[in-house]
C-alpha cells in the first residue's frame, strides 16, 4: 500500500507562485511513476504533470514552462513548482502514485489563483 498527502495549496494571485507537496508512504520502492492531477469545479479531472522513477518528466500542454515537477531520490516527497499563475488553474490538485498494485490518490489540496 502506497498513501499520499498533498498539502501546499491555497489563494495565489495571477502571476504568483505556489509549490505543492506530496508526501509518500508505505510500499514507496515499487513505484514507477508519480503524477499530479487537477479537478476544476464541473470538470473532469486531468493529468498535469508526472516524473518516473528514472526522472523523465512529463506536463499538460496547459502548464509547460510554468510548472515543474520534480522528487527527492527515494520518492519520499514529490513536488510541483507552479510559477505565472492563472486563474485557469484553479483546482484541487490531486498526487497519484502507481505500482505495481496498481493506483493510489491522495486527498487533495485546493488551489485557487484570483485578484
Known amino acids: 500500500q502506497v498513501q499520499l498527502v498533498e498539502s501546499g495549496g491555497g489563494l495565489v494571485q495571477p502571476g504568483g507562485s505556489l509549490r505543492l507537496s506530496c508526501a509518500v508512504s508505505g510500499t514507496i520502492f515499487s513505484i514507477y511513476v508519480v503524477g499530479w492531477y487537477r479537478q476544476a469545479p464541473g470538470k473532469q479531472r486531468e493529468l498535469v504533470a508526472t516524473?518516473?522513477?528514472?526522472?523523465?518528466?512529463t506536463y499538460a500542454d496547459s502548464v509547460k514552462g510554468r510548472f515543474t515537477i520534480s522528487r527527492d531520490t527515494v520518492w519520499s516527497t514529490v513536488y510541483l513548482q507552479m510559477n505565472r499563475m492563472e486563474p485557469e488553474d484553479t483546482a484541487v490538485y490531486y498526487c497519484?502514485?502507481?505500482?505495481?498494485?496498481?493506483?493510489?490518490w491522495g486527498q487533495g489540496t485546493q488551489v485557487t489563483v484570483s485578484a
Open positions: 497519484n502514485a502507481q505500482n505495481i498494485n496498481g493506483p493510489s
Open positions: 516524473i518516473t522513477s528514472g526522472g523523465t518528466t
